[in-house]
């Protein structure tokens, strides 16, 4: 019987096949914007959490915020004696600096950082190398170049193992070591305009340093970000106000972009969700129009024998398979829709079967439910007024 019904229903659909378009058009729009909208989402979402994965989520970073001098240089080796999961801690500090290569002058921001600090960054090389931990040791005064500052000092090149004045309080010479891959589009941090020097180096030669600035630490595999995270803030509460220093970890930032992006989409999906019910109603006016049509039918079918539940059953599986198809066709123009989005703007697409799962089911109960009053007006016919119908 099942089987009848829906050789029944595709036959009326393809009969009345404008009409049968008209009223899909609802479903089609509602689904295609919703399967559209969570795909983007979800491409959004993994674009973002990609770029924070380059530099790793297994970091946490510890920030002074008062006036508590022990967070020196020394105090970075105390986390791995107090804190389990530690791999390594790297720090650093700034200023803003003048930089000179003959008649070209740059102002920048100078940072000083143990050598470790490049192993737990998203920074990347283009030319040249990292200085060593040696060179941090023995002060030595080399600098590594953000990708815009070695293009303003070096217009033509050959920055590697040319030297730079850093200006403070008196110029001094830096041997350039190494210059960064371009950061412009990296949601870690834009290096461009940055130097790096060794942070004995910094402390000696460019500024004498009371508190570091922050402090990188790495997580040991096997340990969660935000577990040690949670010890770390235990461990600096027993030696320093909460207000004289602030802890955060990649892992989080990461978690909270998911969850706003998630949110965001699902609000998006809902409003788009909307016009399936607009949909429905489109179905449901078709399928009352079917049963005026199918008047007499109903009336011979009901003289041979079919009981009202067989004529409900038989309206109801049109109504389901008219929503359904056009569910179908709505997924394949959201796929769509989204890949030209995606390619367009240079995102890379990930597909939410949550998508097409939620998509089809509410095409199915969109059916069912706008389906249900025509079914049961079909079934309720009298088959002598139904006969005599004209």
Excluded: C, H
């Amino acid at each position: 019987m099942f089987l009848e019904n829906l050789k029944l229903a595709f036959g009326n659909m393809f009969t009345n096949k404008m009409r049968t378009l008209l009223s899909l058009l609802g479903i089609v729009i509602g689904v295609g914007s919703v399967v559209t909208i969570m795909n983007l989402g979800e491409s959004v979402k993994k674009s973002i959490t990609d770029s924070m994965n380059i530099g790793g989520v297994d970091e946490v970073v510890v920030m002074p915020t008062g006036s508590n001098n022990i967070f020196s240089e020394e105090f970075a080796y105390s986390f791995s004696d107090n804190v389990i999961g530690i791999e390594s801690v790297s720090t650093y500090v700034s200023t803003s600096a003048t930089l000179r290569n003959g008649q070209e002058t740059k102002s920048a921001q100078v940072y000083g950082v143990t050598s470790n600090y490049f192993d737990s960054s998203s920074t990347e090389l283009l030319y040249g190398d990292y200085f060593t931990r040696e060179s941090n040791l023995q002060r030595e005064q080399v600098v590594v170049l953000g990708y815009d500052l070695a293009q303003d000092l070096f217009p033509g090149g050959g920055a590697v193992g040319s030297y730079v004045s850093i200006f403070r309080s008196q110029a001094k010479q830096y041997r350039v070591v190494g210059v960064l891959d371009d950061s412009s589009g990296s949601i870690s941090g834009n290096t461009n305009n940055y130097a790096f020097i060794p942070f004995n180096t910094f402390d000696q030669r460019l500024k004498k340093v009371s508190a570091v600035s922050q402090y990188t630490i790495k997580v040991q595999e096997g340990f969660t970000a935000t577990n040690v995270a949670e010890d770390v803030k235990s461990y600096l509460s027993t030696v320093a106000s909460s207000n004289d220093f602030y802890v955060s970890s990649a892992q989080e930032l990461v978690d909270m972009t998911e969850s706003v992006t998630g949110y965001l989409t699902t609000f998006l999906a809902a409003i788009a969700a909307i016009s399936l019910l607009v949909g429905g109603i489109g179905i449901m006016n078709i399928m009352l129009v079917t049963v005026v049509e199918r008047t007499r039918e109903i009336g011979i079918r009901k003289a041979l024998g079919a009981t009202p539940k067989t004529i409900k059953a038989q309206f109801l599986v049109e109504a389901t398979v008219l929503s359904l198809f056009g569910g179908v066709i709505g997924i394949l123009f959201g796929v769509l829709i989204s890949y030209i989005v995606a390619y367009a703007v240079g995102w890379t697409l990930y597909f939410s079967i949550w998508a097409i799962v939620l998509s089809l089911g509410f095409s199915s109960a969109v059916g069912i439910f706008f389906g249900w009053y025509p079914a049961a007006k079909a079934a309720a016919l009298d088959p002598i007024e139904a006969l005599a119908y004209e």
